[in-house]
């Protein structure tokens, strides 16, 4: 009966979003030429006088930086609530515990393979203004490579002052960037830089500072999530 | 239809269908061996086929395919090395060698020698 009524009530709100969809044909645009300005803005700002392939980017890297600027915070606030919060567990326990140590065919594999995934990351966030991707998608995969080292080898350590000097001068570059719109363009996190040709590596101005430093930051501060984790005592 | 797309579309078929196989054998198999078995080697194979049939459906993306390809070759296998051997260091122990032969739809989580070990 429980399930009937489930299913009842899932069939009538499904109805009513469909009918509701019904006037919208597939893939065509329910917002009417002109009626929402932003998005014409958006869509003829980003191709006209920023010149950046990826849309996505330039909202969220440009119009719409100081969102991402807290985000980044949001992240590092995160990351410094979990290390506070295992940092007496750690201080305890000291070495991290290992059941039994990988295997010859991990060791060597994952040595090999982990300059191909920090490649493919900073490949990622490089490129983030080209294509799909950017600085958080691509600090996450170098931190999958930190991980698949921390698994192979059982004393492999990460510096925590390396990753805290990387993740600071990330943020400091951020903030500086922002600043130095602030000054030269007017507001914050305005483009001050030459924007070069549309699909260039270095095109769009102040984006791809942006993203990579966002890719630092993000790499580092995952990397260090990993490392406390593992080195917890469960 | 070109012959590019012929090839190119058979792969994806072997692929998908060697896919769908890796699927039923996570379902189907009984203890977490086999289950491996099905769920990395069917994958791998389709997988790389899968690839390899987009890249004759675009030839100029061949030579991405082709290190994906590389990619898939060189990690799949070392992922489920190192499953298996983590189950084995943890003792659980294929299901053949069990006694439990009646529930078979279940991980075998004793370990046979130290069940004779109890009964000697």
Request: net charge neutral; glycine share 12%; proline share 3%.
């Amino acid at each position: 009966m429980k399930k009937f009524v489930v299913i009842l009530l899932l069939a009538v709100m499904g109805y009513y979003i469909s009918i509701t969809f019904f006037d919208i044909g597939f893939g065509d645009s329910h917002l009417v030429e002109g009626v929402v300005p932003v998005k014409d803005a958006y869509l003829n700002e980003t191709v006209n006088s920023l010149n950046v392939a990826n849309t996505v980017t330039s909202i969220v890297v440009n119009f719409r930086g100081f969102d991402t600027l807290g985000e980044v915070t949001v992240l590092f606030l995160a990351v410094t609530a979990l290390g506070g919060i295992l940092y007496k567990k750690r201080h305890q326990a000291g070495e991290r515990s290992v059941l039994f140590s990988a295997s010859k065919v991990v060791t060597s594999g994952s040595k090999l393979l982990f300059p191909a995934i920090v490649l493919l990351g900073a490949y990622v966030f490089i490129h983030g203004h080209l294509s799909p991707g950017g600085g958080f998608q691509g600090g996450v995969i170098i931190a999958t490579g930190f991980l698949l080292m921390l698994l192979a080898y059982e004393n492999f350590t990460v510096g925590h002052n390396t990753l805290s000097v990387i993740e600071s001068l990330a943020g400091i570059t951020f903030a500086g960037v922002g600043i130095w719109g602030l000054i030269y363009g007017g507001s914050f996190l305005e483009n001050f830089l030459p924007v070069g040709t549309l699909n260039d590596l270095f095109s769009g101005g102040v984006i791809p500072i942006i993203y990579i430093a966002v890719g630092f930051k993000v790499a580092a501060e995952l990397t260090g999530v990993i490392y406390t984790v593992l080195h917890e005592k469960g | 239809m070109s012959i590019m797309e012929i090839i190119g579309g058979t792969f994806i078929i072997i692929g998908s269908i060697f896919l769908f196989l890796g699927a039923l054998g996570i379902f189907r198999m009984p203890d977490i061996y086999n289950r491996l078995q099905a769920g990395t080697k069917a994958t791998t194979l389709g997988g790389m086929s899968l690839i390899l049939g987009v890249g004759f459906l675009e030839p100029s993306w061949m030579m991405k395919m082709i290190i994906i390809i590389i990619f898939i070759a060189y990690s799949n296998p070392i992922s489920s090395h190192a499953l298996a051997r983590a189950m084995y260091k943890r003792k659980r122990y294929p299901l053949i060698l069990s006694e439990d032969k009646e529930n078979m739809d279940a991980y075998s989580e004793v370990n046979p020698h130290e069940k004779e070990e109890v009964k000697s």
